[in-house]
């Protein structure tokens, strides 16, 4: 802002002493809290949210990326968007890949011979049809596996032991999932022909845990797996003897040609700042071992939950609240990427995003990352919310993977974080359905997610850009 000469020093104090009193005022008005307050006794009655992933997950079950399920998966959420009486419903199309997992085998072969249950990691390559088999290197992690001396792990097969911690916030994960992403790839840049991973996964039961991994085009791409915490205690047990490990693995895995999804879209139209959209995202896509019930079945029924519940106020929302459902969040973030840079999707209209990727709650804590200036108005909301018990964050919010793209051009980020402690007992595993979705911490979930949605959409002001790019998510 460009200051008149002409001002004299009294006029520009009492011209910004309104600003310095912003911070104290009223960001919402009585009508805005009390419609936060109706959303609250709503949703904590309400299993809008529990029925849409029960349905998800019982009509449509697995659906990743590429599959007859991704395809199922965005008719169903049409047909439910326009159910739940969603306006200006539509899709957005989007080339995903398509990964097959087809079967997988785990064999020690010596010291002492067994058969481990395994997954293939997502994007695996296959194997011969004999399999591959090599003497095994355990390492720790990426960092001992370069330490090692050169030719160390040249035509072996390399095991990563690296238990991950459990916390609450999933900072646990994000330490051990480096791993996965990028070990295959650097193993085999050193020779390696094949990787097997300790599952990235808190759980002590026999599922492994599938997820992304990551080959680099200048390197090999070499068979990848996973095998469950208490098998992987077990193959060490068999490295502590001090013998030589010898593994067989096998993988019919295979990737098929691309093929059609989409980014699901349906609105909550605004009033007098429609053109400006809160955006809700969750995505559609989902691993194949389980039915996606916490990832992201939880994140559809809260968006789509919270959203409901906001149009059924007697008034409506200032700005237009969209929930869109992501294609292929799991393997390669396809859908929110394209989403960012096109212009059908108007980004540029997006002012502030939530995203529910991380279970059914409850949701224990708000973060944001907003202008630092506006972090007063967060205050307040985190205030309006204060019924349900949350913990007030810092202003470092990552929002979720979906929200990169909008996040990175300068879009605000509130979040309702949710309550992480035992998503990874269950995550990218066989066990992740309905059963582990806790309808009173969905309930809870979504009074959060409605409240906040609801306020960022009323908030008077403008909401500011922000300047600082998000951090990349590893
Ligand atoms: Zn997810």
Partial sequence: MRISHSLSLAA?????????????????????????????????????????????????????????????AVAWAVREMRRQGFANVRTLDVIVPHWVRGEAEFAVISPWPQLMPTLAL??????????????????????????????????KIVYFSNR?????????????????????????????????????????????????????????R??????????????????????????????????????HSADVIGEIPGTDRANEIVILAAHLDSWDPGVGAIDDGAGVGIMMGAAKLISGLDVKPRRTIRVVLFA???????????????????????????????????????????NPAQLPVVE????????????????????GADLDGLGKLGMAILSPDLDGTNYFDVHHTANDTLLQVDPAALRQST????????????????????????????
């Fill in 12 to 72: 520009l104090l009492a011209a910004c002493l309104p600003c310095a009193l912003a911070a104290d005022k009223p960001a919402f008005n009585h009508g805005d809290l009390a419609a936060a307050n109706s959303l609250r006794e709503h949703a904590l009655t309400d299993d809008t949210s529990f029925r849409l992933i029960e349905s998800l997950t019982t009509e449509v079950g697995p659906r990743p990326a590429g599959s007859a399920g991704d395809k199922a």
């Fill in 122 to 155: 997502g994007g695996s390559i296959g194997t011969p049809p004999e399999g591959v088999e090599a003497e095994a290197v355990m390492v720790k992690d990426l960092a001992a596996l370069a330490a090692l001396p050169p030719g160390t792990v040249k035509d």
């Fill in 164 to 220: 991950m911690e459990r916390t609450r916030d999933g900072s646990g994960y994000g330490r051990a999932v480096v791993v996965r992403a990028n070990g295959p790839a650097d193993a085999a840049a050193l020779g390696a022909t094949g990787v097997v991973i300790r599952s990235v996964s808190t759980s002590n039961n026999r599922l492994p845990h599938t997820g992304a991994t990551r080959y680099k085009a200048d390197v090999p």
């Fill in 222 to 259: 070499i068979p990848a797996f996973a095998i469950s915490n208490p098998d992987a205690d077990a193959l060490e047990r068999q490295f502590a003897s001090g013998k030589p490990v010898r593994l067989r693995l096998k993988s019919s895995s295979r990737e098929l040609p691309t093929e």
């Fill in 328 to 370: 292929n969040e799991e393997f390669g973030t396809s859908g929110s990427q394209l989403y960012a840079g096109s212009e059908q999707a108007e980004p540029a209209r997006h002012v502030l995003g939530l995203e529910a990727d991380f279970g059914a709650g409850p949701v224990w804590r708000l973060t944001s990352r907003v």
């Fill in 380 to 399: 307040q909301i985190f205030r309006a919310l204060a019924p349900l018990k949350l913990e007030r964050g810092n202003n470092e919010a990552a929002g």
């Fill in 447 to 474: 009074a959060a997610y409605a409240m906040s949605a609801w306020l960022a959409a009323q908030y008077p002001g403008d909401w500011q850009r922000v300047e600082t790019p998000k951090a990349p998510k590893r």
